[in-house]
């Protein structure tokens, strides 16, 4: 999973659906470049129309999809999306992982005693809440001090 910038002219939108406050794009051609999948909130979508210049920062999300996680319009303003969803995925991914880490508490037990057990559990949950959340993150502060998008004049 990584953070991908697209910039330029939104040229096309393709089909969209509508589901648990997110617009699904089947594609969306900007900047001359085709991106399938994607993913937008209706927060989000709003600064979204065809033949507007702006600056999108996505995350690579599980499968082919793209979440957009900030737009920056031509004007310079950059709206985000709200640091709680990642926020609530990491605290989701830190109670499973501790759950799931229940399992083979007895057997950490045995080898390393309870403090090292409980520390291994609290360690892999922490590890893997910041491997959920780290990429939205970082993809939703990616255009804090980028200038404002231009379009590019045509050759």
């Not at 065809?50 to 996505?58: E, L, N, P, Q, T």
């Not at 520390?119 to 892999?124: D, P």
């Amino acid at each position: 999973m990584s953070v991908i910038i697209l910039e330029g002219k939104v040229e096309e939108l393709g089909n969209s659906t509508w589901s648990q406050g997110q617009r699904h794009y089947s594609m969306i051609k900007i900047g001359g470049k085709r991106y399938n999948k994607l993913q937008i909130s209706d927060a989000l979508d709003n600064f979204l129309s065809v033949g507007s210049v702006v600056r999108m920062a996505c995350k690579k999300g599980m499968g082919t999809s793209l979440l957009v996680c900030a737009i920056q319009e031509s004007d310079g303003n950059i709206t985000n999306l709200s640091a709680m969803i990642f926020v609530m995925a990491a605290v989701v991914m830190f109670g499973c992982v501790c759950i799931i880490g229940l399992l083979p508490l007895i057997y950490l037990y045995a080898v390393f005693g309870l403090g090292g057990a409980i520390a291994i559990v609290l360690g892999a949950a922490v590890f893997f809440a910041v491997l959920v959340s780290r990429d939205g993150l970082k993809a939703r502060s990616a255009l804090n001090n980028m200038p404002a998008p231009v379009l590019q004049p045509s050759a």
